[in-house]
């Protein structure tokens, strides 16, 4: 069973950084999709950022190019720098990947167990 494992989270001020990193068990980043999701509480979980086998990026409308998503493929590595961190980017974070499970094209998306991030003002 491969394991998604987040790391980075913490209590930052309003206008501070952070690096959050996801650590896979066995090497899965490369070729598929990963992504950075959110949950603050009593909300529904969000996409923050999300990147393709081909290197294509999408972001949340509310990132406003504050937030970078990237991979190391080496180190099974996927991370997500965040800049200019608001009060309202208080949630738990967490890692995805989505894997092609067989030859039409199904697939299974991995989680994490999730990061808590924290900014106050």
């Known amino acids: 069973q491969v394991q998604l494992v987040e790391s980075g989270g913490g209590l930052v001020q309003a206008g501070g950084s952070l690096t959050l990193s996801c650590t896979a068990s066995?090497?899965?980043?490369?070729?598929?999709?990963v992504g950075w999701y959110r949950q603050a509480p009593g909300k529904q979980r969000e996409l923050v950022a999300s990147?393709?086998?081909?290197?294509?990026?999408n972001y949340g409308d509310f990132v406003e190019g504050r937030f970078t998503i990237s991979r190391d493929n080496t180190k099974n590595t996927v991370y997500l720098r965040m800049n200019s961190l608001k009060p309202d980017d208080t949630a738990v974070y967490y890692c995805?990947?989505?894997?092609?499970?067989?030859?039409?094209?199904?697939?299974?998306?991995?989680w994490g167990q999730g990061t808590q991030v924290t900014v106050s003002s």
């Open positions: 995805s990947c989505t894997l092609v499970v067989n030859v039409e094209g199904a697939t299974r998306t991995l």
């Open positions: 066995r090497r899965i980043f490369s070729g598929n999709a």
């Open positions: 990147l393709s086998s081909s290197g294509t990026t």
